[in-house]
């Protein structure tokens, strides 16, 4: 996840979930990082190529997959609209919503995710 937020600068935005700050980003921002520098992440990756877990980073199915296990290892957790916010199709709180709430922990392209944990600094 630091080889994303930080080298690869993925575009984090603010938002309020609960009446505490956050920094967000969208699945969407995650798939391009990922499938662009696919062969890196897979090199930072050997034991999932030797499980046979994820073998490559060629599409947005195996994107999800990492995805995926990162949210399951609480490196991510996914978020969405807050209920009680009245949003505007096409409007910028639709693609950027500033009120965030709990959503269910599926890894999407159109879900938005916070960092939870950084990675042992060891791997």
């Known amino acids: 996840m630091k080889f994303i937020i930080e080298t690869k600068d993925i ?14 980003f ?12 696919s062969e890196e992440i897979m090199g930072k990756l050997p034991s999932f190529k030797k499980d046979g877990s994820l ?16 949210l399951y290892v609480d490196h991510l957790k996914k978020c969405r609209i807050h209920p009680n916010l009245i949003v505007q199709p096409g409007s ?11 959503d269910v922990p599926v890894f999407t392209f159109d879900g938005m995710y916070t960092v939870i944990k950084e990675e042992d600094e060891k791997a």
Do not use: W
């Not at 073998?55 to 990162?70: F, P, R, W």
């Not at 910028?92 to 709990?102: G, N, Q, S, V």
């Open 11 to 24: 575009e984090m935005y603010q938002a309020i979930k609960y009446d505490k700050a956050l920094e967000c």
């Open 26 to 37: 969208r699945g969407v921002d995650f798939h391009l990082i990922v499938l662009q520098n």
């Open 55 to 70: 073998s490559e980073l060629k599409t947005v199915d195996d994107s999800n997959k990492l995805g995926q296990y990162m």
């Open 92 to 102: 910028e709180d639709e693609k950027y919503p500033k009120f965030l709430a709990d």
